[in-house]
């Protein structure tokens, strides 16, 4: 059973001043599926689209972004979610930080500067679950913080005077004090240092063993994919291009653009010329006819500048739209 | 007759800052007796690696004299940078040091166009008298890295990608044709699929434009990719400094091996080992304060003398390193 199914989602950015309006397809189609208890990666360059699924699966859909089409629905045991059309209050009450929470880029802005840690812990409690007793509240943040190995005196201190790395845990700790179903995780090491970086995946990763979540990582990074996904998903300009298990992304990628992804990663120890994408990522308010990725595409045909290609199942999971896989391998 | 010794030339280099008041405040020596130097007639790309909090910006901010070193010196082309404070040589230092910032939508003015600031660098100069005159100059700096002038005109910072208008900037501190080019994490903002992009550029000012680059940053497979050689800075000391290939290739210190093993492989095929659990650091100002060898805290093979005193620099296997199971 599905944890969550995205079906067919549209996601567009209407706005409308003095008389223009503009329309950015920031998610254009999307279907997918998470499972119980994966790791599932999500890749693509800066405004593919990436942040607004995040949104729209989060439930947090504000102007000007607008849902013009698809389906969200989640299962959480026996309980199912619609998200486009849940109340609010029901939102905050049951699904929100209980069931999906969310880990965010910058732990720096999401620690407010003038309070402390257990001042967060509290106020997110407060509002999701109601604190009757004080001092259960922070015998169970004490132990929260214990099982991830985060030492209790961060309680008392404010953000500054913690380093980069152990914010991003106390983030993580955040996002997991009432055990949700999915954690979401956008870009939660693209600040952080190598080590850093590491030490906090792992405490991830851990977490998401222990307690056998779903953790939506999202990040342009596929060195952390590789690292920490269990299956891996790219998006080009508001479309998913190619889906499979991390493994066979990695070896066995389909689609041009996430070959060209793989090839261009740097690593120690190898010093072979790598090129870098032609090109600029498309403008979503206007985006390429035909496959979106054609105009920096090394191996686009007529076709490609004319007809969308179709999300073609290729066994295993793996999936793939491009017009040129077809030709190859069959 | 241009000087032939060192391009840059830095000496037994220190920066110290105080935390705190004058009563009961501490000192913080944010770069620790660092030395290194680049040739003259040898172009060559050298990094400064290392974590936040290392020191890398304060020698970066040195090295362009926005900060007085605390003790040591700096030569460039000779001269001793002290010497140089305002007026004509400086503005002439300038000319020849070019930096490069790390996130180029902070560096441009999102109001202004993007072309006026390289005009702004040809007139002020005195590279080009002129803005007409100016044209050529903006057109031929643009090209050096795959854009022009006619691409460029008119737009805002907004209307570039983040690769394109990296490379603005480097075209911009390409206009007085300088020396050495100080690159500050010049792409850790921008997108992975952009980034190689900026980074063959810096291969190829260095190949076909004889200019070095000093490039600070802390993501270690990019400069393995560019460098010739490397320092690995740990909270403002250089713990292990060589030849790239012996430094990421080989290396000797707990510190620079533990880095290595957390750049996650591109492949994945080491997931395993990259999951074995390690222990972070706790916060910087506390590992500034350790006596002895900063990493003493986090070194599996920590031994009594190194909490005691600084480790020496040692020469081993074609590199320096600073550790004291090397000497």
């Not at chain 1, 970086?197 to 991830?204: F, H, I, K, N, P």
């Not at chain 2, 854009?147 to 910072?157: A, C, F, G, H, Q």
């Not at chain 2, 190689?196 to 993501?219: A, C, G, P």
């Not at chain 2, 070194?299 to 000497?327: F, H, N, W």
Request: charge should be neutral; hydrophobic fraction near 40%; aromatic fraction near 6%.
């Amino acid at each position: 059973m599905a944890l969550l199914i995205v079906k067919d989602l549209q996601a567009y950015y209407r706005t409308e001043i003095y008389g223009i309006s503009r329309t950015v397809r920031a998610v254009d189609g999307v279907s997918l599926e998470l499972q119980p208890n994966e790791i599932y990666g999500v890749a693509g360059e800066s405004s593919c689209g990436k942040t607004t699924l995040i949104k729209v699966i989060s439930g947090s859909i504000k102007n000007p972004l607008k849902v013009i089409g698809g389906s969200v629905n989640y299962q959480f045991g026996p309980y199912n979610v619609d998200i486009l059309n849940v109340k609010q209050d029901e939102m905050r009450r049951n699904v929100r930080w209980k069931e999906i929470s969310y880990v965010m880029q910058g732990s720096m802005s999401v620690l407010n500067p003038v309070r402390q840690i257990v001042k967060t812990f509290e106020d997110i409690v407060d509002t999701h679950q109601g604190i009757p007793d004080h001092k259960v509240f922070l015998q169970q943040t004490r132990e929260h913080l214990d099982r991830l190995g985060l030492p209790p005196d961060v309680l008392n201190a404010y953000p500054h005077q913690l380093s980069g790395g152990m914010r991003q845990r106390v983030a993580i700790a955040l996002a997991t004090i009432f055990n949700p179903k999915l954690i979401i995780a956008d870009e939660p090491t693209t600040a952080l240092d190598v080590v850093v970086q590491r030490g906090v995946l792992q405490m991830l990763k851990e977490i998401q063993d222990v307690s056998g979540n779903t953790v939506l990582l999202v990040t342009h990074d596929m060195a952390v994919h590789a690292n920490v996904a269990d299956r891996v998903m790219i998006m080009y300009a508001g479309r998913i291009v190619e889906e499979a298990k991390t493994e066979i992304i990695f070896t066995a990628p389909l689609h041009p653009y996430t070959q060209h992804l793989i090839r261009s990663l740097p690593a120690i120890g190898d010093r072979t010329g790598k090129a870098s994408l032609k090109g600029t990522p498309p403008n979503l308010a206007n985006p390429p006819s035909g496959c979106r990725f054609h105009p920096r595409c090394p191996l686009a045909k007529d076709i490609c500048h004319t007809d969308e290609p179709a999300m073609i199942q290729y066994g295993g999971g793996h999936r793939a739209a491009c017009h040129m896989i077809k030709e190859e391998t069959r | 007759m241009s000087y032939t010794g060192k391009l840059l030339d830095v000496q037994h280099v220190s920066v110290l800052f105080s935390i705190g008041g004058i009563i009961g405040g501490s000192q913080l020596v944010a770069v620790n007796d660092i030395s290194f130097s680049l040739d003259n007639a040898h172009p060559e790309i050298f990094t400064i690696a290392g974590e936040s909090g290392s020191g890398k910006t304060t020698l970066s901010r040195l090295l362009l004299r926005d900060l007085d070193p605390t003790t040591g010196k700096v030569f460039f082309e000779g001269i001793d940078l002290a010497k140089v404070k305002k007026g004509k040589d400086f503005k002439d230092f300038m000319r020849q040091v070019q930096p490069v910032f790390q996130n180029p939508f902070e560096t441009f003015n999102p109001l202004r166009r993007v072309e006026d600031y390289l005009f702004d660098t040809a007139i002020n100069f005195g590279i080009a008298a002129n803005h007409k005159a100016a044209e050529p100059i903006v057109d031929d700096a643009l090209r050096l890295v795959g854009l022009s002038l006619d691409e460029v005109r008119t737009r805002y910072p907004h209307e570039l990608s983040g690769g394109q208008i990296q490379r603005v900037s480097v075209a911009r501190a390409l206009i007085p044709q300088p020396r050495l080019i100080l690159a500050d994490e010049p792409v850790s903002m921008v997108d992975a699929s952009l980034r190689m992009e900026i980074v063959n550029l810096f291969k190829k000012l260095r190949d076909e434009q004889k200019v070095s680059v000093l490039y600070i940053t802390h993501d270690l497979a990019t400069a393995y990719y560019i460098s010739d050689r490397i320092s690995i800075m740990l909270r403002g000391f250089v713990v292990e400094a060589g030849p790239v290939d012996e430094v990421l290739g080989r290396p000797l210190h707990p510190y620079t091996q533990l880095l290595k093993e957390s750049v996650p492989s591109p492949m994945p095929v080491h997931r395993e080992s990259w999951a074995a659990h390690i222990d972070l650091g706790t916060t910087e100002v506390k590992e500034y304060g350790n006596i002895g060898c900063k990493f003493a805290g986090r070194c599996p093979k920590v031994m009594d003398i190194c909490r005691k005193a600084d480790p020496p620099d040692v020469e081993a296997q074609g590199r320096t390193v600073k550790c004291y199971l090397y000497s």
